[in-house]
């Protein structure tokens, strides 16, 4: 049964961000975690921007929040974003990871730990590996692993490392993805 | 490459630690300590956790080690520089006519956030009025911060910091360079008291302040530990005290919300009632 779905992307990602929050319906039935790789010191404007198109109501979560449905989680600058057991947010200010706080790798990482297969991790356009071995992790535990087509993305490093570093269930464009959520939202 | 430990692994290399070496990790967030133990693990290429609790009972300056990544967060000064701001703008005319000014930063870690506060207070003119305590949990880590050495490469994001507070004056007033290195004024501790403390098992205040800064530490606390902190800060505050908080944390949750008002919601600063 799943429980949750995680995204991570860096540049040229918000775009696809956008796009699949504004196609989910509001009382979408899983929370959404979501890295995205950001500004240190801009503090405001990241939730902002996507609050102008999606549905789902959009947090940048306070240190021990509760995970739950019709909300989406998008990682604070200048901490790891983590999950914890017992699902609540986890927040950290340990070392940059593949040059990023918040990393992918590290959500993906701790989500996996933490839902193993009832999951499904997103990765979308970007510049770095950052998150190719969270995906290893999300699929080593029987989660479902997704990236947006290299051809689709602005920069395709980021999906095209996850497609290397281990087993992709999925290729799809950002349209596709969309299907596949809506898909799920009705069928749990 | 180690990439995952069994919980109970975990727990038992813990249990050993806290039985030889008394510190205290059973109320650690887990998900941060367990990737922590296994950077260390990699770091010193321990596949296996009894071999790293073997070396952690036979060898207590690795112990300082592992207490330190477990622990220590390299961080800038002037973290979050609209906080520092605000302490300027709205804490420093509260506080600045007082005869003493009590500060604690429990948690200290390497030093930055002691540094950034002495600088504030000197350049408000008001370092003398001030009695600091730093403290943490480990004597190896609070010889660092008291060093005052940092690289000259993080310098740069600290001066970047410095410039968006306001706070007249510039950072390269407050230390001195040699090569990668830069050395911090030792005039700015002339107010601070270094000091062993251990928030996981020391809840007994020691001292009241006007203020007392809690940033990014309480993160990797469960919940349990964090009311416990919580509470112990509420009993260490003078009337109308501040606790400063890391940007994203709070004390809502806490069973003790009820004695602190908002001092300010963004900056996570909030007063004794």
Known sequence: MLKTIVIGGSAGSFDGVLEILSHLPKDFNFPILVTLHRLKNVREGLVEALMTKSNIQVIEPLDKTSIKKNMVYLAPSNYHMMVELGNTIALSTEDIVKFSRPSIDVLFETSAHVYQDKMVGILLSGANSDGANGMKHIHERGGVTIVQDPKECQISTMPDAALKATEINHVFSTKQIINFLLKRHQVG | ????????????????VQDKYKYDFSDYALSSLQRRIIRFMNIHSIVDVDILISRLMADAPFVNQFVEELTVNTTEMFRDPTLWLSIKEKIIPKIKDLETINIWHSGCSSGEEVYSMAILLKAEGLLDKAKIYATDL????????????????????????????????S????????????????????????????LATNHEPFMKFNIIFCRNVMIYFNSFLQDKVVNLYKNSLLDNGYLILGAQETISMSNVADDFTVFDAKEKIFALK
Request: glycine fraction near 4%; aromatic fraction near 8%; charge should be negative.
């Open chain 2, 1 to 16: 490459m180690l990439e995952s430990i069994e919980l109970i692994d975990l727990q038992r290399a813990l249990k050993n």
């Open chain 2, 138 to 169: 480990n004597e190896h880590v609070i010889a660092k911060a008291k060093r005052g050495n940092y690289s000259s490469r993080n310098m740069k994001l600290n001066v970047e910091n410095y410039q968006k507070t306001t706070i007249s004056g």
């Open chain 2, 171 to 198: 950072l390269e007033d407050y230390y001195t360079t040699s090569g990668d290195v830069v050395q911090m004024n030792e005039e700015l501790l002339r107010s601070v008291s270094f000091q062993k403390f251990d």
